[in-house]
């Protein structure tokens, strides 16, 4: 099992920029990473997955271009840097760990992190 907690949400006029950290413990060897959020009356949706080595990455496509998932393993975290923010991209961003080959196909791991709200004003 691996322990999460997710940092750096806030409020953010509409293209600026915010960097998500998770830190990890835990089971953290070996395991892929990534983030999805949550918009009010949505389900929650895939952002970005990391490879537990860092060498694949894979994004959805509404953050493609703009969004940038790192991992340091030093320091067991995940970082998720967003740029050009949207209106829509307000959500509660969550942390996620489990097995690389499924988040790299979009599909959640068994662990997650409480959340960050990310506000993005218009």
């Known amino acids: 099992q691996v322990q999460l907690v997710e940092s750096g949400g806030g409020l953010v006029q509409a293209g600026g920029s915010l960097r998500l950290s998770c830190a990890a413990s835990?089971?953290?060897?070996?395991?892929?990473m990534g983030w999805f959020r949550q918009a009010p009356g949505k389900e929650r949706e895939f952002v970005a997955a990391?490879?537990?080595?860092?060498?694949?990455?894979y994004y959805a496509d509404s953050v493609k271009g703009r969004f940038t998932i790192s991992r340091d393993n030093a320091k067991n975290t995940m970082y998720l840097q967003m740029n050009s923010l949207k209106p829509e991209d307000t959500a509660v961003y969550y942390c996620?760990?489990?097995?690389?080959?499924?988040?790299?196909?979009?599909?959640?791991?068994?662990?997650w992190g409480r959340g960050t709200q990310v506000t993005v004003s218009s």
């Open positions: 990391i490879s537990w080595n860092g060498d694949r990455v």
């Open positions: 835990g089971r953290t060897f070996s395991t892929g």
């Open positions: 996620n760990a489990g097995l690389t080959h499924n988040l790299l196909s979009g599909r959640n791991g068994p662990d």
